[in-house]
T-cell receptor, first 117, second 110 residues
Framework: NAGVMQNPRHLVRRRGQEARLRCSPMKGHSHVYWYRQLPEEGLKFMVYLQKENIIDESGMPKERFSAEFPKEGPSILRIQQVVRGDSAAYFC???????????????FGPGTRLTVL | QKEVEQNSGPLSVPEGAIASLNCTYSDRGSQSFFWYRQYSGKSPELIMSIYSNGDKEDGRFTAQLNKASQYVSLLIRDSQPSDSATYLCAAASGNTPLVFGKGTRLSVIA
């Protein structure tokens, strides 16, 4: 399966715990985007990463949230000291590297549904 | 603030009819436009992309773009019950993150 992979698919945490969400982009893609979707809400951009670089984190809360995309391994979205308001579906999308004719088509993974008790 | 606006619906159409979904965007610098389909509890699935004014057809789907009016639409011909889903419109420029509308719920009635 060459699609975007995310794990875990479902994650339950108690308030104050940490949540780690993982995303492996499609083969050949070097751009990763994280989005959050609250019930009955649209998709909201959180952070855009390339390998070892955060390109745009303007959508990510300043506290408790962090993201990385190391040289080796998946991209990780980390939420520290989770609160009930963090309960949402978190989607990762990937796109190929830019260049001539680059059109920024983003392909989504299956998402991680985080529930905070 | 870059925004993408969509009518939330639900839009109900009978099976076999044409479903017309519309979207407007605020950022004149947007260059790329996308339609995603999202079934309940699932992730968004890219169904159409469009980059220049005019129409783009792919099977039963036609995307239309009018940059002067900042307007994007999606037509679904011969609508099927399996087309019932939420359709998300998104816009971007270059490598920037997608800005999504809240989506339009489509219900195709058999």
């Amino acid at each position: 399966n060459a699609g975007v992979m995310q794990n875990p698919r479902h994650l339950v945490r108690r308030r104050g715990q940490e949540a780690r969400l993982r995303c492996s982009p499609m083969k050949g893609h070097s751009h990763v985007y994280w989005y959050r979707q609250l019930p009955e809400e649209g998709l909201k951009f959180m952070v855009y990463l390339q390998k070892e670089n955060i390109i745009d984190e303007s959508g990510m809360p300043k506290e408790r949230f962090s993201a990385e995309f190391p040289k080796e391994g998946p991209s990780i979205l980390r939420i520290q000291q989770v609160v009930r308001g963090d309960s949402a579906a978190y989607f990762c999308a990937s796109s190929p590297a830019g260049g001539v004719g680059f059109r920024n088509e983003q392909f989504f993974g299956p998402g991680t549904r985080l529930t905070v008790l | 603030q870059k925004e993408v606006e969509q009518n939330s619906g639900p839009l109900s159409v009978p099976e076999g009819a044409i479903a017309s979904l519309n979207c407007t965007y605020s950022d004149r610098g947007s260059q790329s436009f996308f339609w995603y389909r999202q079934y309940s509890g699932k992730s968004p699935e890219l169904i159409m992309s469009i980059y220049s004014n005019g129409d783009k057809e792919d099977g039963r789907f036609t995307a239309q773009l009018n940059k002067a009016s900042q307007y994007v639409s999606l037509l679904i011909r011969d609508s099927q019950p399996s087309d019932s889903a939420t359709y998300l419109c998104a816009a971007a420029s270059g490598n920037t993150p997608l800005v999504f509308g809240k989506g339009t719920r489509l219900s195709v009635i058999a």
